[in-house]
């Protein structure tokens, strides 16, 4: 499904150059504004379940693949190249280096995975991250690079699914239907 408007409209861009391959599995949501290059001889996989959320950017000069039930939030960048020729102190730095994203691994919003990582299966990336390493299986990291915050880490998609499973996610007080009140703000929580 392309441009599934979630946030807004917003016109998808698709490029596929001569010789490149996309290749899709089941049903997968490339939402409003979603932007996708994949340059000559490159092949971009997507998994079944999978969505790109709005504003997402793949730029696919190898090998990029993302595997099925990801949750790939707006305005992520994922990109296994550099795009530009570049030599350091006399020898050519890889062109390209290929990204794999595991099953069911979620990148927040805003985050850019580049070229040469592996996202391990069950991973989440916290929001504005850089991942330059490899994110072990079921880790949540996050910054600038991105480091490990917490391992063994669970995460579903949907709210209501986790409130009613065995994950025990803390549930608001006095859970209805109804929103809860909203909160009074407390002491800030300042950084020193
Ligand atoms: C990464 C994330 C999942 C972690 O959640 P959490 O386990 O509850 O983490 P906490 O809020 O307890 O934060 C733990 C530490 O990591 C830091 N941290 C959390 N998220 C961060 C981020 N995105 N970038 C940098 N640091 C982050 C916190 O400041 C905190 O640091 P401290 O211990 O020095 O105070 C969450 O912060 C996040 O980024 N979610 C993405 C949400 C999103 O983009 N959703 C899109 C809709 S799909």
């Not at 050519?92 to 990204?99: A, E, H, L, T, Y």
Request: charged content about 20%; proline content about 8%; some cysteine.
């Amino acid at each position: 499904m392309i441009g599934v408007p979630r946030m807004g409209a917003g016109r998808c861009f698709l490029r596929l150059a001569p010789r490149s391959r996309f290749s899709v599995q089941g049903v997968v949501e490339l939402m409003s504004g979603t932007r996708i290059v994949v340059n000559e001889e490159a092949h971009l996989e997507i998994g079944d379940g999978t969505y790109l959320h709005c504003g997402v950017t793949v730029s696919c000069f190898e090998h990029i693949a993302i595997g099925p039930d990801c949750a790939i939030s707006w305005n992520t960048t994922i990109l296994d190249g550099n795009g530009h020729v570049l030599i350091v102190e006399g020898k050519g730095r890889p062109w390209s280096k290929p990204v794999i994203i595991d099953e069911h691994v979620w990148i927040g919003s805003g985050a850019t995975v580049l070229s040469g990582v592996t996202i391990h299966e069950g991973a989440v990336v916290g929001a504005g991250s850089l991942v330059t390493r490899d994110v072990p299986c079921r880790t949540t990291v996050a910054g600038n690079p991105a480091r490990i915050l917490g391992e063994d880490a669970e995460w579903v998609k949907d709210r209501e699914v986790c409130l009613d499973s065995p994950l025990k996610v803390d549930r608001p007080t006095g859970h209805s239907d109804q929103p809860p009140p909203f909160p009074k703000p407390g002491p800030p929580d300042v950084a020193r």
